[in-house]
């Protein structure tokens, strides 16, 4: 898997210059980096049938490897005042008791804003430090389960998260894509999210 880009919304504070975000940040990359198909590829090679590849399997294997680093999987933020959001893929304690969470789309547009929006508010709240959405490219949302959320669909929303009032933090997302595409692999099995294939 390849990184084409990653935009930062917000970057306040002494965090994002620390060591120890660079050392979050390395650890992510390294996930995305070793999400390979199919089994035993050293590459993310995609089958290029629109709509035909799950997107729920290409997760597990970046879910496996931060697991494997330390991360909390599936992790319920407990926000000041607010109703409990629902679990953040995987986040990472940090030594001063935040977390910095991060969220692979796997829903639609309304999923990825929803991420977003909770970022968000645990950056408002100080119980995130950061927070990471990663989303496939156009190109890549192509052959993937129809109507999953991509980098350029959210793109044109940024402004309303710069404009987040947030004093330290990082909130950014990561547009992600296949290294390759062939009709001789199969394509990615569809796992279950709620009643949809995905």
Same mark, same amino acid.
């Given at each position: 898997?390849?990184?084409?880009?990653?935009?930062?919304?917000?970057?306040?504070?002494?965090?994002?210059?620390?060591?120890?975000?660079?050392?979050? &940040?390395?650890?992510? !990359? #390294? $996930?995305?980096?070793? %999400?390979?198909?199919?089994? =035993?590829?050293?590459? *993310?090679? &995609?089958?290029?049938? !629109? #709509? $035909?590849?799950?997107? %729920?399997?290409?997760?597990? =294997?970046?879910?496996? *490897?931060?697991?494997?680093?330390?991360?909390?999987?599936?992790?319920?933020?407990?926000?000041?005042?607010?109703?409990?959001?629902?679990?953040?893929?995987?986040?990472?304690?940090?030594?001063?008791?935040?977390?910095?969470?991060?969220?692979?789309?796997?829903?639609?547009?309304?999923?990825?804003?929803?991420?977003?929006?909770?970022?968000?508010?645990?950056?408002?709240?100080?119980?995130?430090?950061?927070?990471?959405?990663?989303?496939?490219?156009?190109?890549?949302?192509?052959?993937?389960?129809?109507?999953?959320?991509?980098?350029?669909?959210?793109?044109?929303?940024?402004?309303?998260?710069?404009?987040?009032?947030?004093?330290?933090?990082?909130?950014?997302?990561?547009?992600?894509?296949?290294?390759?595409?062939?009709?001789?692999?199969?394509?990615?099995?569809?796992?279950?999210?709620?009643?949809?294939?995905?």
């Amino acid at each position: 898997m390849k990184i084409n880009r990653i935009e930062f919304l917000i970057k306040n504070g002494p965090f994002h210059q620390s060591s120890e975000f660079a050392a979050i &940040l390395d650890e992510i !990359k #390294n $996930a995305i980096y070793s %999400v390979t198909y199919p089994e =035993g590829s050293d590459e *993310f090679v &995609l089958y290029p049938v !629109k #709509n $035909a590849n799950g997107v %729920v399997p290409i997760k597990k =294997g970046f879910l496996g *490897f931060l697991d494997s680093n330390q991360w909390m999987l599936e992790h319920r933020m407990s926000i000041a005042s607010r109703l409990r959001p629902g679990p953040v893929d995987a986040v990472k304690q940090l030594p001063d008791g935040r977390f910095f969470a991060v969220e692979w789309e796997t829903g639609n547009i309304s999923s990825s804003h929803r991420a977003l929006n909770k970022m968000g508010v645990g950056l408002l709240d100080g119980v995130l430090a950061g927070g990471v959405l990663i989303l496939p490219s156009r190109n890549m949302y192509t052959y993937l389960t129809d109507r999953i959320g991509s980098y350029s669909e959210i793109e044109p929303y940024f402004p309303v998260w710069r404009n987040l009032v947030v004093n330290e933090g990082v909130l950014s997302v990561i547009e992600i894509e296949h290294d390759a595409q062939s009709m001789d692999v199969a394509p990615i099995g569809k796992g279950t999210d709620g009643r949809a294939l995905r």
